[in-house]
T-cell receptor, first 113, second 113 residues
Framework: KNEVEQSPQNLTAQEGEFITINCSYS?????LHWLQQHPGGGIVSLFM???GKKKHGRLIATINIQEKHSSLHITASHPRDSAVYIC???????????????FGKGTHLIIQP | NAGVTQTPKFRVLKTGQSMTLLCAQD?????MYWYRQDPGMGLRLIHY???????AKGEVPDGYNVSRLKKQNFLLGLESAAPSQTSVYFC????????????FGDGTRLSIL
């Protein structure tokens, strides 16, 4: 079982719809990251969360530490939001182990006009 | 503001050839990472460095070597390329300390024939 699971894998929606992408993880974390990867490949950091909720423009990210679950929401979706959205976690390192992020497989989002 | 720069962007190699991928960051970050991204899988950590002159293994280090002779540069070497190393390689960097976001380069697409 992957330590970071995202759902759905693929999502196609109409412009203007409210989008939710989910991420569940099974390890202790120091922080959870939401990343965006556009066609052509560059990866951009959207949010880093260790508790609660963050908002940036039309994007909202929430995390529930007790349930080990995070969601990324997009309000009033637009075709330019089409991208792969990746959830990643930074592990707690109290027990040692490698630094770096552990990634989900990504959610491929297409917003149709 | 260049951020994280990877060179080259594309490369085709024959099995057994060697090459070095260069990652350069201009943000004075202590930590640097090399990841690989393969279809149907999340990004995976190859090697990382927590400072100049130090390197450590990640999740999938076999077949790769790294060096961090200067703080701003992190080199990834393939001594004898294999088709299984066909992938997109991403470099990332971040500041020291917990809960710091990672900044990614645009990736290097490498094909091994």
């Amino acid at each position: 079982k992957n330590e970071v699971e995202q759902s759905p894998q693929n999502l196609t929606a109409q412009e203007g719809e409210f989008i939710t992408i989910n991420c569940s993880y099974s390890v202790g974390i120091s922080a959870l990251h939401w990343l965006q990867q556009h066609p052509g490949g560059g990866i951009v950091s959207l949010f880093m969360l260790s508790s609660g909720k963050k908002k940036h423009g039309r994007l909202i990210a929430t995390i529930n530490i007790q349930e080990k679950h995070s969601s990324l929401h997009i309000t009033a979706s637009h075709p330019r939001d089409s991208a792969v959205y990746i959830c990643a976690v930074g592990r707690e390192r109290s027990g040692g182990g490698a630094d770096g992020l552990t990634f989900g497989k990504g959610t491929h989002l297409i917003i149709q006009p | 503001n260049a951020g994280v720069t990877q060179t080259p962007k594309f490369r085709v190699l024959k099995t057994g050839q060697s090459m070095t991928l260069l990652c350069a960051q201009d943000m004075n970050h202590e930590y640097m990472y090399w990841y690989r991204q393969d279809p149907g899988m999340g990004l995976r950590l190859i090697h990382y460095s927590v400072g100049e002159g130090t390197t450590a293994k990640g999740e999938v280090p076999d077949g790769y070597n790294v060096s961090r002779l200067k703080k701003q540069n992190f080199l990834l070497g393939l001594e004898s390329a294999a088709p299984s190393q066909t992938s997109v390689y991403f470099c990332a960097s971040r500041r020291q300390g917990p809960r710091q976001p990672q900044h990614f380069g645009d990736g290097t697409r490498l094909s091994i024939l």
